[in-house]
């Protein structure tokens, strides 16, 4: 069938919107009609050429929220008309990881995915003789695209698309990484390095979970009203603070953070998130992606004395069975999405979207198909 999409030929051009080709589903894939999908950091790394895995001519895009419109044989958790979010991080629930129960990284179809390619090692999108990459198992910047059944998470049919398209990824990353991998619990002091579309979620999955203090950290004051709306207790723009910023903050939270989390992708500050944490017991965790060549680095003494350094990919959160119960979350009114969501465009609209991130003048933008 033919299909409107925003196609990344090359690496640091803007997005061209095209007709593609794309192909039905086969043996235990769906179809899925993309009603919106919100725009991440991750979509503008990927499209800058850092990403070692990024690969060109490509369909980006990851958070999306759509409707299966067919099935392939063999196709039993989901029908046609279901509302379905597409997950970059599957859920199999049978390979080693999955039955480890220690992750969330489900490793069934994860080397396909690298390659832009569906699990059968071929690509479903193309024009004309032209074969374009899939990526990161979702191309959501597309009217329509294909996914393993594996990869799609049912959801509630009353659930308004354009806004938990961003549980896709942005507001399951935030709140996941809290909940699932940090496990912050109440009356803790976390501080949020970047409160950007992920920071911010952090900081309102703190709020839930009950954190006493909840300092945000970010270089754009512009930031500072969202985050206090979301949660935040204290602001701190390190452009304003005299001297050594991690004694700054160990000083604010009278021997440092609990949990600090560093949703930027920059790894000057993921030294600075470890440092800032509370001797004997302080946890870091990185979400922000670095750049390919990138390294962190910091003295083993800190971890010596008790800090951790974790990792967290889409909050530690498994897709088929929590993404659900975030849509739950939001219809509940537990968390908020709306506020977020600055920006709302056609199709035509995504390379605005891409400019607004780089201006710092937008939170979320979606696309609305
Ligand atoms: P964003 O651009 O919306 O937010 C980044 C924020 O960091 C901005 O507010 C910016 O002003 C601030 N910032 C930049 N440099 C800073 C500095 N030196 N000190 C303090 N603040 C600074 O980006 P986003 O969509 O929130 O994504 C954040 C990061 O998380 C990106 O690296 C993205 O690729 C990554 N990410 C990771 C996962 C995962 O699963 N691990 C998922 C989604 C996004
Ligand atoms: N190809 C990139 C990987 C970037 C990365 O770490 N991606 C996150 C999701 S970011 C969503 O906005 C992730 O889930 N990682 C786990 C995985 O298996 O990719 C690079 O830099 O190499
Ligand atoms: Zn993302």
Redesign the pocket.
Known sequence: MDVRAAVAFEAGKPLSIETVQLEGPKAGEVLIELKATGV???D??TLSGKDPEGLFPAILGHEGAGIVVDVGPGVTSVKKGDHVIPLY?PECRQCEYCLSRKTNLCQAIRSTQGQGLMPDGTSRFRIGNQRIHHYMGTSTFAQFTVLPEIAVAKIREDAPFEKVCYIG??VT??IG?VVYTAKVTPGSKVVV?????????VVQGARMVGADMIIG????P??KEMAQRFGMTHFV??REVGGDLVKYLVDLTKGGADYSF?????V??MRQALECCHKGWGESI?????AAGQEISTRPFQLVTGRVWK?????GARGRTDVPKIVDWYMEGKIQIDPLITHMVPLEGIGETFDL?HR?Q???SVVKY
């Open positions: 991440c950091h991750t503008d790394y991080t990824c942005g990353t935030g990484a390095f970047g409160l950007g579309g992920i920071g911010l979620n950290v970010d270089i754009n512009g930031r723009n390190p560093e949703c930027i992708g920059d000057k500050v990185i979400i922000g992606v670095a990792g967290s990919a889409f909050g991130m710092g937008s939170i979320r």
